[in-house]
């Protein structure tokens, strides 16, 4: 039977911390929403994941940061990028006012 979904649809009012909602799991892949209000990888943390990671932007804003050399990407809607595995990267600011709305693609290692 086919799914049928709104990526924009049933995001909390109220929003403590950051939503990840897995859409697809399947042999390895994994797509999920991230919606996040204000919400940044905590002081001193780094994602640092086995597979890579495509993520797009959908709505709202974002800066993320890469460890290696603290380059930083200030994401709008419509954005993409590839974050390689193991490219250790953090969430370094989204919009405290508004609704960032990320969809993000794990590829098997």
């Known amino acids: 039977m086919p ?4 990526i924009f649809d049933n995001i909390p009012a109220q929003l403590p911390e950051e939503l990840f909602e897995c859409l697809l799991k399947r042999d390895g892949l ?3 929403r ?10 001193g943390q780094w994602y640092d994941q086995e597979g890579d990671e495509w993520v797009l932007l959908l709505q709202g ?3 993320i940061v890469y460890q290696q050399n603290l380059h930083s990407i200030h994401l709008m809607p419509g954005d993409y990028l590839l ?3 193991h490219t250790r990267h953090r969430v ?3 919009q405290p006012d508004a609704d960032t709305i ?5 590829l098997p290692a």
Do not use: C
Request: hydrophobic fraction near 50%.
């Open 34 to 43: 991230i919606v996040s209000r204000g919400h940044i990888t905590p002081a």
């Open 61 to 63: 804003q974002a800066v």
């Open 30 to 32: 994994h797509i999920e």
């Open 83 to 85: 974050i390689p595995a």
């Open 3 to 6: 799914m049928n979904a709104n």
């Open 92 to 94: 370094e600011w989204t």
């Open 102 to 106: 990320w969809l993000a693609v794990h």
